[in-house]
Nanobody, 139 residues
């Protein structure tokens, strides 16, 4: 079982990057995939989420209108397209998988919940985490 995040790099403010999260070893359609980031000295925070089975998406306010999450189910891969990048987007980005059966809530609410900072501190929420990929945005 593996989640592998890739696509990070260094860009100037206003630039774009596309992150990928490739899944293997589990039934991709049965999960929601969340994107998270952690800047040096800061807590891990949720960024976006997608329900692979129904395409429901969610974004935190700080990235709305700039980031787009999508999935290619044939490739078992979720993407995070990041445009208009800002220096404050600098962080290590992670993806994580949560079972679609976790909590008796809608896909939309599941995405909202798993991307909260509180959830990142709980046990039993995330089934798999990918290794991080570093994004550096210079001004």
């Amino acid at each position: 079982v593996q989640l592998q995040a890739s696509g990070g790099g260094s860009v100037q403010a206003g630039g774009s990057l596309r992150l990928s999260c490739a899944a293997s070893g589990f039934t991709f359609d049965d999960y929601v995939i969340g994107w998270f980031r952690q800047a040096p000295g800061k807590e891990r925070e949720g960024v976006s989420c997608i329900s692979v089975s129904d395409g429901t998406t969610y974004y935190v306010d700080s990235v709305k209108g700039r980031f787009t999450v999508s999935s290619d189910n044939a490739k078992n891969t979720v993407y995070l397209q990041m445009n208009s990048l800002k220096p404050e987007d600098t962080a290590v980005y992670y993806c994580a998988a949560v079972s679609s059966s976790w909590a008796a809530v809608s896909s939309s609410w599941r995405c909202r919940i798993i991307t909260t900072t509180q959830a990142t501190k709980m046990t039993g929420v995330y089934d798999y985490w990918g290794q991080g990929t570093k994004v550096t945005v210079s001004s």
